[in-house]
């Protein structure tokens, strides 16, 4: 025999051996109305990690599968699911003939996000995305989004920088702030429905996985059920009105296929007085499948947000202007007019080729994002704060005005506010026409970004119990980031100077700017990040366990493009540049008790690089660094119970995590004990600690009653004290500062204070009715507590005793008159109602829902988070504020919305 012919032999073999010791399963899935192939129909193999889609005429074949009794899930949209029990035998194809689908018309048409935009105070304080009630099934997680959400809860008191997002393969979380901004695809929910969810440390398809978890989004052509789509929306909270259209044209015989979706969001004031919400977003995806295994994608969305910002107020602010009062806007010329406006327009594109091999499984995308993300807001230099609720506007600061309160004047102040609480632009107006230059400019604070990113992700089942998963990750950012000039307000120009010490901010132009100009301060940052991935995963018998790793290495620079006066030797040019090697091990086993118990264990151990706004003091002004900055370390386990039943599914985690080496940078004026200023407060190795439980019940009492339980029990506390110290634009001969221009406060007292970040315990009980004409109703009442005021760290520190007149520890500034003092508050606890409900219809083949939701039924006034404030940053002034009735600095708190709600009718065919 010759050399080839003993190769082919080789080759062939083997194929053939394997071939015959393992099954496959095949057969065709069809409407049962309509008897046609449905295309694109989900196949699962549950318990082995197996995916396939069936073709354009329906049809499917599972191969390569181990012998064994399995569960075949069948998913389609729209469609009722199907779970089939199989008996596989080695060398046999089991042929299970033309399995039929029936539409499920009680299925909301657009997976509706309620919480997209409507529920938050900042999207990028929130500890899960919006479309985690797309993509999970997890009863407690959808919970926590939808009824928990509305006090801003966070699951298990994580940023939302835990949560990974993948779109086609490709991270979305930023290099900026490590978040995930869903404002890049917002109102794009048709599209972006097609969504795998993976919870906590869980592993999923990718590994470069979240604490939290991780959504996976697809938006290839192909996987898109063919037709129209349809909706139109109402509601009081972020907008009042939302159009959404779409179209797929479904996979066709060439192998082409395409889809297109747009939408629009709008109002002039939401929940909030104020807020105007403008938005638009278009999405176009094409995918060409080069026969059965191969196919190439091009995907581009463009999404633009402009919303009207709103902030946090006193009690004292609370009590004259109500929950939905506002300070941030006034009426000029007939017209609301809100001087802070944020704007979001970052348009991605993407390229994405996908191998779908027996053995391999392989996806590589290249993705470019750029555009800008702007803030403004009111900006005064030499003249009067103009904020309706600067301190000395209110009443307050007259009762607590040295010497004896003066109530006559403060009954003057309150019918003032109460007469006209808002900006008086005619009056900033006429401050600019009485003036040769500004006093009064908005200002936009604007980032503009590019970003270049290659992900890589490869599947290799080495057999049929154990396989291998590579990541790769390459991304670059360029950040432009500066001030503009957006409304000289009525002035000839504005002199760029520092108000506080004179000096220019720009030395090497002139002072004059105009509108559309830069000012105040330019500079650029970027950063690079490479990230290898490896993960081995074994599932012998009952077993599943996995072992991945993630090495990465990370570089950020700087690069002023101002010489400011204040810092002549450090603010223009580049700044050194700065890494970080970092590596995480994550490891999990999950026992299969019966094919309806599991037990599953997670644990994941290492480093991770700073984000990179936590690696520059004051990176508008100069390029120093935070001194001895340090990879974070992170610990985190957790221990599952699941159970699948019939008639209840439930699941019961426990967890810990400790974050440690964290860094925290803010900027604020404080009348401390060494005196009065502007500040950057940098507290370094920061250590956090997240343990507690999550359970989620659901139990189907009967064919029409549905009842849920979900419960969170958290602890969420810093863990030991932090280093602090203070940065000074300016500072006096009298400061005990060093030759950087940093005081060193040492440690700030904070050990065992409770985070900040939200309501750490929650419990919600609901009930739905689905009547066999398909209507439904839905209720749950839920009650949220341990909700705590986030902490002034620089109030804890030595420097908190010290009398500034006389350098001196204040007298009565004893450590048991400070800790009564300091007591940390906590927020009342919140007790919630919420219904929901809904009707659809079948008419000549479109389908038509009516979604409609209240929010809040009993309308209750609620805090739902809050700050302390840092100006009275010594013992004897903090005592004489806060022992007055009503403290001028007091804390300031984000309160919930009242009765709102939402509807929406979709039209699908």
Same mark, same amino acid.
């Given at each position: 025999?010759?050399?080839?012919?003993?190769?082919?032999?080789?080759?062939?073999?083997? @194929?053939?051996?394997?071939?015959?010791?393992?099954?496959?399963?095949? *057969?065709?899935?069809?409407?049962?109305?309509?008897?046609?192939?449905?295309?694109?129909?989900?196949?699962?193999? %549950?318990?082995?990690?197996?995916?396939?889609?069936? $073709?354009?005429?329906?049809?499917?074949?599972?191969?390569?599968? !181990?012998?064994?009794?399995?569960?075949?899930?069948?998913? @389609?949209?729209?469609?009722?699911?199907?779970?089939?029990?199989?008996?596989?035998?080695?060398?046999?194809?089991?042929?299970?003939?033309?399995?039929?689908?029936?539409?499920?018309?009680?299925?909301?048409?657009?997976?509706?996000?309620?919480?997209?935009?409507?529920? /938050?105070?900042?999207?990028? %304080?929130?500890?899960?995305? !919006?479309?985690?009630?797309?993509?999970?099934?997890?009863?407690?997680?959808?919970?926590?989004?939808?009824?928990?959400?509305?006090?801003?809860?966070?699951?298990?008191?994580?940023?939302?920088?835990?949560?990974?997002?993948?779109?086609? +393969?490709?991270?979305?979380?930023?290099?900026?702030?490590?978040?995930?901004?869903?404002?890049?695809?917002?109102?794009?929910?048709?599209?972006?429905?097609?969504?795998?969810?993976?919870?906590?440390?869980?592993?999923?398809?990718?590994?470069?996985?979240?604490?939290?978890?991780?959504?996976?989004?697809?938006?290839?052509?192909?996987?898109?059920?063919?037709?129209?789509?349809?909706?139109?929306?109402?509601?009081?909270?972020?907008?009042?009105?939302?159009?959404?259209?779409?179209?797929?044209?479904?996979?066709?015989?060439?192998?082409?296929?395409?889809?297109?979706?747009?939408?629009?969001?709008?109002?002039?004031?939401?929940?909030?007085?104020?807020?105007?919400?403008?938005?638009?977003?278009?999405?176009?995806?094409?995918?060409?499948?080069?026969?059965?295994?191969?196919?190439?994608?091009?995907?581009?969305?463009?999404?633009?947000?402009?919303?009207?910002? =709103?902030?946090?107020?006193? #009690?004292? &602010?609370?009590?004259?202007?109500?929950?939905?009062?506002?300070?941030?806007?006034?009426?000029?010329?007939?017209?609301?007019?809100?001087?802070?406006?944020?704007?979001?327009?970052?348009?991605?594109?993407?390229?994405?080729?996908?191998?779908?091999?027996?053995?391999?499984?392989?996806?590589?995308?290249?993705?470019?994002?750029?555009?800008?993300?702007?803030?403004?807001?009111?900006?005064?230099?030499?003249?009067?704060?103009?904020?309706?609720?600067?301190?000395?506007?209110?009443?307050?600061?007259?009762?607590?005005?040295?010497?004896?309160?003066? /109530?006559?004047?403060?009954?003057?102040?309150?019918?003032?506010?109460?007469?006209?609480?808002?900006?008086?632009?005619?009056?900033?107006?006429?401050?600019?026409?009485?003036?040769?230059?500004?006093?009064?400019?908005?200002?936009?604070?604007?980032?503009?970004?590019?970003?270049?990113?290659?992900?890589?992700?490869?599947?290799?089942?080495?057999?049929?119990?154990?396989?291998?998963?590579?990541?790769?990750?390459?991304?670059?950012?360029?950040?432009?980031?500066?001030?503009?000039?957006?409304?000289?307000?009525?002035?000839?120009?504005?002199? $760029?100077?520092?108000?506080?010490?004179?000096?220019?901010?720009?030395?090497?132009?002139?002072?004059?700017?105009?509108? $559309?100009?830069?000012?105040?301060?330019?500079?650029?940052?970027?950063?690079?990040?490479?990230?290898?991935?490896?993960?081995?995963?074994?599932?012998?018998?009952?077993?599943?366990?996995?072992?991945?790793?993630?090495?990465?290495?990370?570089?950020? %620079?700087?690069?002023?493009?101002?010489?400011?006066?204040?810092?002549?030797?450090?603010?223009?040019?580049?700044?050194?540049?700065?890494?970080? =090697?970092?590596?995480? &091990?994550?490891?999990?086993?999950?026992?299969?008790?019966?094919?309806?118990?599991?037990?599953?264990?997670?644990?994941?151990?290492?480093?991770? @690089?700073?984000?990179?706004?936590?690696?520059?003091?004051?990176?508008?002004?100069?390029?120093?660094?935070?001194?001895?900055?340090?990879?974070?370390?992170?610990?985190?386990?957790?221990?599952?119970?699941?159970?699948?039943?019939?008639?209840?599914?439930?699941?019961?985690?426990?967890?810990?995590?400790?974050?440690?080496?964290?860094? #925290?940078?803010?900027?604020?004026?404080?009348?401390?004990?060494?005196?009065?200023?502007? &500040?950057?407060?940098?507290?370094? +190795?920061?250590?956090?600690?997240?343990?507690?439980?999550?359970?989620?019940?659901?139990?189907?009492?009967?064919?029409?009653?549905?009842?849920?339980? @979900?419960?969170?029990?958290?602890?969420?506390?810093?863990? $030991?004290?932090?280093?602090?110290?203070?940065?000074?634009?300016?500072?006096?001969?009298?400061?005990?500062?060093?030759?950087?221009?940093?005081? #060193?406060?040492?440690?700030?007292?904070?050990? +065992?204070?409770?985070?900040?970040?939200?309501?750490?315990?929650?419990?919600?009980?609901?009930?739905?009715?689905?009547? !066999?004409?398909?209507?439904?109703?839905?209720?749950?009442?839920?009650?949220? =507590?341990?909700?705590?005021?986030?902490?002034?760290?620089?109030?804890?520190?030595?420097?908190?005793?010290?009398?500034?007149?006389?350098?001196?520890?204040?007298?009565?500034?004893?450590?048991?008159?400070?800790?009564?003092?300091?007591?940390?508050?906590?927020?009342?606890?919140?007790?919630?109602?919420?219904?929901?409900? *809904?009707?659809?219809?079948?008419?000549?083949?479109?389908?038509?829902?009516?979604?409609?939701?209240?929010?809040?039924?009993?309308?209750?006034?609620?805090?739902?988070?809050?700050?302390?404030?840092?100006?009275?940053?010594?013992?004897?002034?903090?005592?004489?504020?806060?022992?007055?009735?009503?403290?001028?600095?007091?804390?300031?708190?984000?309160?919930?919305?009242?009765?709102?709600?939402?509807?929406?009718? +979709?039209?699908?065919?």
């Amino acid at each position: 025999m010759s050399k080839s012919n003993y190769t082919l032999l080789f080759l062939v073999v083997p @194929a053939f051996v394997i071939s015959q010791s393992t099954a496959s399963v095949r *057969g065709r899935i069809e409407d049962k109305r309509l008897k046609k192939g449905i295309t694109n129909a989900f196949l699962t193999i %549950e318990s082995l990690d197996l995916k396939q889609r069936s $073709d354009i005429s329906g049809n499917f074949n599972l191969h390569g599968l !181990p012998e064994g009794v399995f569960v075949l899930l069948i998913k @389609a949209e729209t469609y009722e699911s199907l779970r089939i029990p199989v008996k596989l035998q080695a060398g046999i194809s089991l042929d299970l003939g033309v399995l039929f689908m029936e539409k499920n018309i009680r299925q909301q048409l657009d997976n509706l996000i309620l919480l997209s935009d409507n529920d /938050f105070q900042a999207e990028e %304080e929130v500890s899960f995305s !919006p479309g985690i009630l797309q993509a999970s099934r997890d009863i407690f997680v959808r919970k926590a989004a939808f009824d928990f959400g509305q006090a801003f809860f966070r699951i298990r008191g994580y940023d939302s920088r835990e949560a990974r997002v993948f779109i086609n +393969g490709v991270l979305m979380n930023k290099l900026f702030n490590g978040r995930p901004n869903w404002n890049n695809w917002g109102g794009l929910n048709t599209v972006m429905s097609n969504q795998d969810y993976t919870h906590g440390l869980s592993p999923g398809p990718h590994n470069i996985n979240g604490l939290l978890g991780t959504t996976y989004i697809s938006t290839r052509a192909s996987e898109y059920r063919k037709g129209f789509r349809f909706s139109v929306s109402g509601s009081d909270r972020a907008y009042s009105g939302r159009l959404m259209a779409s179209y797929n044209s479904g996979f066709k015989a060439d192998g082409l296929s395409y889809s297109v979706s747009a939408s629009r969001r709008w109002t002039n004031e939401g929940y909030v007085d104020g807020t105007l919400y403008d938005a638009y977003s278009f999405f176009i995806s094409a995918e060409y499948k080069a026969g059965n295994k191969s196919a190439v994608s091009l995907t581009s969305v463009l999404a633009n947000n402009r919303r009207g910002q =709103s902030t946090a107020i006193t #009690d004292e &602010v609370f009590k004259l202007g109500g929950r939905r009062y506002n300070p941030f806007w006034g009426e000029q010329e007939g017209k609301n007019r809100n001087s802070r406006i944020r704007t979001i327009r970052e348009p991605v594109i993407m390229l994405n080729y996908f191998f779908d091999g027996d053995k391999v499984k392989w996806n590589s995308g290249l993705s470019y994002q750029l555009g800008s993300f702007g803030r403004s807001r009111l900006a005064y230099f030499n003249a009067p704060d103009p904020s309706p609720v600067y301190f000395r506007k209110l009443p307050s600061f007259y009762i607590n005005s040295p010497g004896s309160p003066n /109530f006559e004047n403060a009954k003057l102040a309150k019918e003032a506010f109460l007469d006209d609480p808002q900006i008086d632009w005619n009056a900033i107006y006429l401050a600019n026409r009485n003036r040769e230059k500004s006093a009064y400019l908005i200002q936009e604070d604007r980032t503009d970004d590019r970003q270049l990113t290659v992900n890589t992700n490869v599947f290799f089942r080495i057999s049929n119990t154990l396989n291998f998963t590579g990541d790769f990750l390459y991304r670059t950012l360029e950040s432009d980031n500066y001030a503009l000039i957006k409304d000289l307000l009525g002035s000839d120009f504005h002199e $760029d100077l520092d108000p506080f010490s004179n000096t220019r901010n720009d030395m090497e132009n002139p002072p004059v700017k105009k509108e $559309d100009d830069r000012f105040s301060y330019s500079y650029l940052l970027s950063a690079k990040e490479f990230i290898f991935s490896p993960r081995i995963r074994l599932k012998p018998g009952k077993w599943d366990a996995y072992l991945s790793g993630e090495f990465s290495r990370t570089f950020f %620079e700087r690069a002023g493009e101002f010489l400011n006066e204040r810092f002549p030797l450090n603010s223009l040019g580049k700044s050194k540049e700065i890494g970080f =090697s970092t590596h995480r &091990v994550k490891s999990g086993i999950e026992y299969k008790l019966s094919e309806r118990h599991f037990v599953n264990a997670h644990a994941v151990y290492g480093k991770r @690089a700073p984000v990179l706004r936590d690696i520059w003091i004051n990176p508008r002004e100069h390029n120093s660094s935070v001194p001895g900055i340090k990879p974070e370390r992170i610990f985190g386990t957790e221990i599952a119970y699941l159970m699948r039943l019939p008639e209840i599914k439930a699941r019961l985690t426990a967890y810990y995590t400790s974050f440690a080496d964290q860094t #925290d940078i803010s900027f604020f004026f404080v009348e401390g004990g060494f005196g009065s200023d502007f &500040v950057q407060e940098v507290v370094s +190795g920061i250590d956090k600690q997240h343990k507690g439980l999550e359970l989620g019940f659901e139990y189907q009492a009967s064919p029409l009653i549905k009842l849920t339980v @979900a419960a969170a029990l958290g602890n969420f506390i810093y863990k $030991d004290d932090a280093l602090l110290n203070i940065n000074f634009d300016t500072a006096g001969d009298q400061l005990p500062i060093n030759k950087e221009g940093k005081l #060193d406060l040492s440690l700030t007292n904070i050990k +065992g204070a409770r985070l900040g970040n939200g309501p750490q315990q929650a419990c919600s009980v609901g009930v739905e009715y689905r009547a !066999p004409e398909y209507w439904w109703i839905g209720l749950s009442a839920n009650h949220l =507590s341990h909700n705590y005021l986030g902490i002034s760290k620089i109030l804890r520190t030595e420097s908190f005793k010290t009398d500034p007149e006389t350098g001196k520890p204040h007298p009565d500034a004893s450590e048991e008159s400070i800790k009564n003092l300091l007591q940390q508050e906590r927020l009342p606890d919140v007790y919630l109602l919420n219904m929901t409900g *809904g009707k659809s219809w079948l008419i000549k083949n479109k389908y038509i829902s009516l979604f409609a939701s209240i929010n809040n039924v009993f309308d209750m006034i609620y805090k739902t988070g809050g700050f302390e404030q840092s100006r009275k940053g010594n013992f004897g002034q903090f005592v004489r504020d806060r022992s007055r009735e009503t403290p001028s600095f007091g804390s300031r708190y984000w309160f919930g919305q009242g009765r709102t709600f939402f509807i929406n009718l +979709g039209v699908s065919f």
